[in-house]
């Protein structure tokens, strides 16, 4: 990491929490989130553990023979992946991160700059790698049943946990892309950050993320259980947790809706949380569809293209604006 800013990087948890122990604001949101994170930790440890929770385990689903087909695009979605990452990890330049809570004009603003692992402090990374990592172990086990016609049972119980996780978060990713962090570029007037989520390799890791995950839904159908819900939310968890160590550590946030001193930080964080829960069970739903009718494969293709976004008006106005300038 590089920090510039108000925080002395020397004293990073004392920055961070003296600022907000100062600043007139939502305190409510201290006592508040925590609350809410060790409730559903308890919810969901206790759905695991409990052995009247039917459908609590993560069951492998081995195919009796693999598709060339399926093998192929598996094969090629991981060789992308892992590509796509190798470039993240590689480049040189900076992600450049100028944070400030939403809506607080009198709060200082912090300036951070995140390169190779630094940039994995990110929720979109940490999806794609977990999606990279099932794509890797599908791949695998395809190789595996077309040559030796069976697969390895903790090869497939992995390959199955990891869906469960890469298929919800893959919607939830941008989802939150498209309806909070684009409009909150646009409403602040941060039309160069709009521009960077709108390049090609940003646009890879989650419109990319998101159409990979319902072709898949479409061609392979993994099975998905409601059951395993609490294992997702336990994931989503950690990242918040992890948030908090970060700005703790550098005093931002990569998602403003999970400072704490923003005012709606703890509905965000419900909201987050009955969304992911709700894309969880209707995915149960469509991947089982998907796998009796190519109609409803479809239909789950075509809701991932409704949560792209490739390009925005205001952005394209701005371009515009700018080359005639620099023409005139």
């Not at 308890?42 to 553990?49: E, I, M």
């Not at 995140?114 to 940490?126: N, P, S, V």
């Not at 949560?307 to 023409?327: E, I, P, V």
Request: proline share 5%.
């Amino acid at each position: 990491f590089r920090h510039q800013g108000r925080f002395c990087p020397s004293e990073p948890i004392h920055g961070a929490m003296a600022v907000a122990r100062q600043e007139e604001g939502p305190r409510y949101n201290f006592v508040t989130i925590p609350l809410l994170l060790v409730t559903i930790f308890v919810f969901c440890v206790r759905s695991l553990t409990s052995d009247a929770a039917p459908g609590s385990a993560v069951e492998p689903h081995v195919e009796l023979t693999a598709s060339t087909a399926l093998a192929v695009f598996h094969i090629g979605v991981a060789a992308g992946a892992v590509a796509l990452l190798r470039v993240v990890y590689l480049d040189a330049s900076f992600l450049v991160v100028n944070y400030r809570v939403f809506g607080r004009s009198d709060t200082p603003e912090v300036e951070m700059k995140f390169r190779h692992l630094g940039r994995w402090t990110t929720f979109t990374l940490w999806c794609n790698t977990v999606g990279m990592l099932y794509f890797v172990l599908a791949a695998l086990l395809d190789i595996s049943l077309l040559v030796n016609g069976r697969a390895p049972t903790m090869l497939a119980t992995a390959k199955s946990a990891l869906w469960e996780v890469t298929f919800p978060i893959a919607f939830l990713v941008n989802l939150v892309v498209t309806l909070v962090l684009l409009p909150a570029c646009k409403k602040a007037g941060k039309l160069d950050k709009l521009e960077i989520l709108l390049r090609f390799r940003p646009q890879c890791l989650h419109n990319g993320f998101v159409l990979v995950a319902a072709v898949e839904a479409a061609l392979a159908s993994p099975p998905m259980r409601p059951g395993n819900f609490p294992a997702i939310a336990l994931y989503g968890m950690a990242y918040v947790i992890f948030a908090v160590g970060l700005w703790m550590r550098t005093g931002i946030f990569h998602y403003f809706f999970l400072d704490p001193r923003f005012r709606f930080s703890t509905l965000a964080m419900v909201g987050l949380f009955i969304l992911l829960a709700t894309l969880h069970r209707l995915g149960c739903v469509a991947v089982a569809a998907a796998s009796t009718s190519p109609l409803a494969g479809a239909a789950v293709v075509l809701a991932a293209l409704c949560t792209c976004t490739f390009r925005d008006k205001a952005l394209d106005n701005f371009k515009a604006g700018s080359s005639a300038s620099a023409g005139g």
